[in-house]
């Protein structure tokens, strides 16, 4: 007993100062490079600091740049979000890079799908084959395993680095590459269920009829597929806007909004439509339950 308390006496003897003397070090570095760059913005005339201000805030690619870094300082501030994908990539698929919304509309997305299928009298874990169409960086499917834990599971999407983030790190799903429009690389009648998250809400008419016909194909007949698009706009059936953020996305992927009359009448060509539900997804989209004839 006496010799582990003199032990302890002595660690606490060196430890103590050498801590310490870290700690000053690091905060007295950033101190300098905070002290430095506060400074030169001081000796910049007041004329100029706020036009140059509003130019960087008006700047929508630079903007964007200090959104990701103050994003990223809160992660490694947090210390809990290593598992997730970067904060552009988060970006990229909600227009948001913070953490805990990235994983909180994930989560929601996922138990709203299986409430959907629920609707129709099915469960998530009665599928085989499952395919996340435009999974992006995976924010809706690496919530899917546990509500699944044996199905198989495929993600694809137009974005090689989120499909790339997604195989390094969702290793319970195989992932491959899309393409602007079909074909892709599945043989006919693969999956029993698609489900497909805010991508028809950004495809013009065109794309969008070649995209159904796509997920007519490579589903199993009796399928199921879970949809979303954004509810009517302007009184029409099918609105297109060009509104999405320039340097983001290719040009033909913009906005799109579907009225259920026209989402009853156009789907209803390539797929039964069983289910059309209003802000079923997140609160926010429509959600179209479609089988395969
Ligand atoms: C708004 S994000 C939603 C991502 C994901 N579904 C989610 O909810 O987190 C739309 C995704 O659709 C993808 N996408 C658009 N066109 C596609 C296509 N032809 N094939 C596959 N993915 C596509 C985009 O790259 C993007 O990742």
Not at 61 to 88: I, Y
Not at 157 to 180: G, P, T, V, Y
């Amino acid at each position: 007993m006496g010799t582990k308390s003199a032990l302890v006496q002595t660690e606490r003897v060196y430890d103590v100062p050498t801590r310490y003397r870290e700690v000053v070090l690091t905060v007295s570095k950033k101190e300098i490079l905070v002290g430095l760059l506060v400074n030169i913005w001081r000796s910049i005339p007041e004329g100029i600091r706020f036009p140059l201000l509003r130019l960087v805030q008006r700047n929508k690619p630079v903007n964007r740049w200090l959104m990701f870094r103050h994003a990223e300082m809160k992660d490694r501030a947090n210390g809990k979000w290593d598992h997730l994908p970067p904060t552009e990539m988060r970006y990229r698929v909600g227009g948001s890079p913070d953490a805990e919304e990235f994983v909180k509309i994930g989560k929601t997305c996922a138990n709203d799908i299986q409430a959907a299928l629920q609707q129709v009298g099915r469960d998530l874990s009665s599928f085989d084959r499952i395919l996340d169409f435009g999974c992006g960086c995976g924010r809706t499917l690496m919530h899917m395993k546990e509500l699944a834990p044996n199905s198989q599971f495929d993600g694809i999407d137009i974005d090689a680095k989120a499909i790339a983030w997604c195989e390094r790190n969702l290793n319970f799903a195989n992932f491959s590459l899309s393409k602007e429009t079909p074909p892709i690389d599945y043989p006919p009648n693969t999956f029993d269920c698609i489900y497909v998250i805010s991508v028809f809400t950004h495809l013009d008419e065109d794309y969008q009829f070649r995209w159904l016909e796509e997920l007519q194909r490579i589903a199993k007949p009796g399928a199921l597929v879970v949809l979303t698009v954004n509810a009517a706009k302007n009184g029409q059936g099918f609105f297109f806007e060009r509104s999405y953020e320039e340097g983001l996305f290719p040009v033909w992927y913009q906005n799109t909004y579907h009225s259920s009359d026209y989402v009853f009448e156009n789907f209803g060509k390539y797929f039964e439509v069983l289910k059309h539900l209003p802000r079923s997804m997140n609160a926010h989209q429509d959600v179209v339950v479609l089988r395969k004839r």
